[in-house]
């Protein structure tokens, strides 16, 4: 059954957009009781970042420590499997102290197997959330104020059809709420609700073609001359270790159309693949292109560190990343990556390229213990000048369980 509730989780994770992240290590649960499993995790990370702000000019550098701990309550059962999940992550900027500050994570997944031809996975989550990009607000004393919001979700996936059938469909939906805490950013505050279908045709055991439709309506709180339908169709093919691979890729088109205002249309495309040529080294390739929305929660991007900088119109991205972990003993491993990130704001003329590399060694102490170091440099090349910027972050990580 702990393989079915992986299974649950990655397809909740996919219906709601998000990427999932796990420990390398191996946690060792606590039986509470019949089916009732409880996890506990704890990451460490202490580091340098030469540029907090992610500004030009007036850059501050600090050392930081981030301590995550997250606990997960696991329950199988026959025809089911859910799970409660709660992860604190806490910032502490030495140098920056009135930039420190703590996200919560609340999650809750559950899904049932109702008979062979129809199963159900549902989500929801709550999450508090601080940015210390460069947009923020400077208070009286010079200082940058971090900006704070709040997220909540509650989505679905329901699919007809039997694993090894030839066709399935999956029904998908989701309903989210962003709010900002300063009076500036209130016309960000928005609803969101979100459906799609997809259709899938196997063309072989582990192939299958796919068809899928998506709508998302945006209902702005303070804004109504934000709130706009976005509208997409795509269709790819989706493939489970096949030979070396697996992944998945769509291709199709994205329109937006504001409730006031002119409609908009762009190429859309979404890739994911995995390419092992041996056991012990992967490489991955991931790539979309769409319309992301100004000050939105799905846009901020804890990896880099930023939000959409406070833009109140949509935004036309391309995001693409290569990875390569590679074991080069039993017990360590590298993880290097690339990735580009092309902004277009649609209501200005500004445009944005960031780049950002990664190197990263893991060594696996234990089944409960990894210890890594790791590099990231991130650069932006904007036609506004004062959006330029580059950063380092250097940092040592440990990764903890029972």
């Known amino acids: 059954m702990r393989m079915k509730l992986t299974q649950l989780a990655v397809v909740v994770a996919a219906a709601a957009g998000v990427s999932t992240s796990a420990f390398a290590i191996d946690p060792q649960s606590i039986r509470v009781s019949d089916g009732l499993m409880f996890t506990p995790t704890l990451g460490f990370e202490h580091g340098h970042d030469d540029n907090l702000h992610a500004t030009d000019k007036k850059r501050k550098s600090t050392d930081y420590t981030i301590i995550e701990p997250s606990f997960a309550l696991n329950l199988d059962r026959a025809k089911s499997a859910h799970e409660l999940k709660y992860r604190l992550k806490s910032y502490n900027f030495h140098s920056a102290k009135d930039n420190s500050y703590i996200d919560h994570h609340f999650t809750g997944k559950t899904g049932y197997e109702f008979n062979s031809r129809n199963r159900l996975v549902l989500n929801a989550g709550y999450h508090t959330l601080e940015s210390t990009s460069s947009d923020n607000i400077i208070n009286a004393s010079g200082k940058y104020k971090n900006d704070k919001w709040d997220t909540k979700n509650i989505g679905g996936v329901y699919t007809f059809g039997a694993r090894t059938a030839r066709t399935q469909v999956e029904l998908g939906a989701d309903y989210s709420e962003l709010r900002y805490d300063d009076k500036r950013n209130k016309g960000s505050d928005r609803d969101a609700t979100a459906g799609r279908i997809t259709g899938y045709y196997a063309i072989a055991p582990k192939t299958k073609l796919l068809l899928e439709g998506r709508y998302t309506d945006y209902d702005y709180k303070k804004d109504s001359n934000r709130d706009s339908k976005n509208k997409a169709l795509l269709a790819g093919v989706t493939w489970e ?116 590399y990664g190197l990263a060694l893991t060594y696996e102490l234990r089944r409960w213990l990894d210890v890594g170091v790791g590099y990231t440099r991130r650069e932006n090349d904007s036609n506004v000048a004062s959006r330029d910027y580059k950063r380092n972050v250097y940092g040592l990580t440990i990764s903890a369980s029972l």
Do not use: C
Request: aromatic content about 12%; proline content about 3%.
């Open 241 to 356: 270790a096949t030979a070396k691979t697996t992944g998945s890729v769509k291709i199709g088109r994205e329109k937006k159309d504001p409730d006031r205002g002119s409609s908009s249309s762009t190429s859309m495309w979404e890739a994911g693949v995995d390419w092992s040529p041996r056991t012990y080294s992967t490489f991955s390739l991931k790539t979309r292109r769409g319309y992301d929305e100004g000050n939105t929660y799905s846009a901020f991007d804890p990896d880099l560190g930023l939000d959409t900088d406070h833009v109140t119109s949509s935004i036309k991205t391309v995001d693409t990343s290569l990875g390569w972990k590679h074991y080069w003993t039993d017990r360590l491993y590298s993880n290097a990556s690339y990735r580009r990130i092309d902004r277009d704001y649609q209501s200005t003329k500004r445009e944005d390229e960031i780049d950002q």
